[in-house]
């Protein structure tokens, strides 16, 4: 949780907010797909992508 804090800090100091919604779609979609690696959702999910 540090590093999300240190890196909205660093966004919001750079004037880069608008950054903000990539990095939490990617994460988004990075913890869905490591949540889904190993369940009967998996196919499902990988034919989205």
């Known amino acids: 949780m540090k590093l999300l804090k240190e890196l909205f800090a660093f ?6 907010l608008w ?3 990539i ?3 990617m994460l988004a979609i990075g913890g869905l797909l490591v949540l889904a690696q190993g369940s009967v959702v998996a196919p499902f999910i990988y034919t989205l992508f």
């Open 23 to 25: 990095v939490l779609v």
């Open 19 to 21: 950054l903000a919604p």
């Open 11 to 16: 966004l919001r100091a750079r004037k880069k």
